[in-house]
């Protein structure tokens, strides 16, 4: 079990930008995959940005362009920098970690985004 602890949420006006990250009670070297997720409203938990085994990075294509994941090995963080902020990126961010590929992974306690019209 990896515990997880997210911070940087916020309120913040369209364009804006925000950084949030995810600090890892693990060597995250070792993980096989990290990212975040987010869930509006209503709506189902997605993938936004996550680190694949062999180090690959998948975005979901609403946020290609505008999000970058990052990672800190020394420090064991992980980061989601939002730029171009839109009032659909609303939502709470989830980190999640996975030690191997079946692993259904650990989440934070989540961290809540707004982005105000």
């Known amino acids: 079990q990896v515990q997880l602890v997210e911070s940087g949420g916020g309120l913040v006006q369209t364009g804006g930008s925000l950084r949030l990250s995810c600090a890892a009670s693990?060597?995250?070297?070792?993980?096989?995959?990290m990212g975040w997720y987010r869930q509006a409203p209503g709506k189902q938990r997605d993938l936004v940005a996550t680190f694949t085994a062999g180090g690959s990075t998948n975005y979901a294509d609403s946020v290609k362009g505008r999000f970058t994941i990052s990672r800190d090995y020394a420090k064991k963080m992980v980061y989601l920098q939002m730029n171009s902020l839109k009032p659909e990126d609303t939502a709470v961010y989830y980190c999640?970690?996975?030690?191997?590929?079946?692993?259904?992974?650990?989440w934070g306690q989540g961290t809540q985004v707004t982005v105000s019209s």
């Open positions: 693990v060597n995250i070297f070792n993980l096989y995959a």
């Open positions: 999640n970690a996975r030690l191997f590929r079946d692993d259904s992974g650990s």
